[in-house]
């Protein structure tokens, strides 16, 4: 049973810090690509960070460059987001994503809601 499970949300301060960790079972993770996106109220659903499976290459919405940062542990079947200076406008419900690109298969968590706000 593949399982994505999300954690480390909450409320925090403009200017704060939080660490989001995706824990997954089910599938063999060092193999899948893995993201954290992200939707706000009212608007739709958006990519904010991807780290590869094979080089571990990263990529990062603009609105979050030189904020966020994307690392894995292959070992712990875990992906982290480390969210620093966080701002109003990254209040959202934060999804973690697996995708391998050659069997298409692609995986979601539940979500966690992070809201910046004084």
């Known amino acids: 049973q593949v399982q994505l499970v999300e954690s480390g949300g909450g409320l925090v301060q403009p200017g704060g810090s939080l660490r989001l960790t995706c824990t997954a079972s089910?599938?063999?993770?060092?193999?899948?690509?893995m993201s954290w996106y992200r939707q706000a109220p009212g608007k739709e659903r958006e990519l904010v960070a991807r780290?590869?499976?094979?080089?571990?290459?990263?990529n990062y919405a603009n609105s979050v460059k030189g904020r966020f940062t994307i690392s894995r542990d292959n070992s712990k079947n875990t992906v982290y987001l480390q969210m620093n200076s966080l701002k109003p406008e990254d209040t959202a419900v934060y999804y973690c994503?697996?995708?391998?690109?050659?069997?298409?298969?692609?995986?979601w968590g539940q979500g966690t809601q992070v809201t910046v706000s004084s």
């Open positions: 994503n697996a995708f391998n690109y050659i069997s298409d298969y692609d995986y």
């Open positions: 780290i590869s499976s094979t080089d571990r290459s990263t």
């Open positions: 089910g599938f063999t993770f060092s193999r899948y690509d």
